[in-house]
């Protein structure tokens, strides 16, 4: 019996390291880490780049307030918009913007949060170098979303580092 375990043991060993380094069978780093549904590509014009929206809760009746993950690759961000009722964006991946009209924009985190104010003009999205997930919780009691125009690329790349 000791002379079949010492052929035995090396050979569950390499097979259980093969098993381990195949890379087929592994998810994407990014669907590890999301924690509600990527959702469906953005189609409409509202952002530049590549944008996946995934409604969680739609407005209705009885709560007129939407929630939604947003995932934005690098670069991608969203033009200028006003919420009557104002949003909040809760930041659970990556490294993306937040800029009010006139505002110096600001850098975002995973746990960050930001608290979009009624009417006031902002944007969001991807930084340059990295993917972004946020959750959107917006009020629609007053009204949907207003689009604007599109963030240039001086606004969007103001205040980076050379």
């Known amino acids: 019996m000791k002379h079949n375990l010492k052929y035995f043991l090396p050979l569950v060993i390499v ?3 093969a098993c381990n380094n195949n890379k087929e069978n592994e998810v ?3 669907q590890n880490t999301l924690i509600f549904p990527q ?3 953005n189609t409409t ?7 996946w929206v995934a409604p969680l809760i739609e407005a209705d009746s009885l709560n007129q307030t939407a929630v939604g993950n947003v995932t934005f690759d ?17 930041v659970t991946d990556g490294v993306g913007y937040y800029q009010e009209k006139g505002q110096p924009k600001k850098i975002l985190r995973k746990g ?3 608290k979009c104010p009624p ?5 969001h ?32 790349h103001s205040g980076d580092k050379d």
């Open 15 to 17: 097979f259980f390291s």
């Open 28 to 30: 994407p780093r990014q």
């Open 39 to 41: 959702g469906n590509k």
């Open 45 to 51: 014009d509202n952002f530049k780049g590549e944008v």
């Open 74 to 90: 690098p670069g991608a961000r969203s033009k200028w918009h006003t919420h009557p009722a104002g949003q909040i964006l809760l």
């Open 112 to 114: 960050d949060v930001i």
């Open 119 to 123: 009417n006031i003009p902002h944007w």
């Open 125 to 156: 999205g991807a930084s340059a170098d990295t993917a972004f997930v946020q959750i959107a919780i917006t009020g629609r009691e007053k009204g949907p979303t207003v689009w604007l125009e599109a963030v240039t690329d001086e606004e969007y």
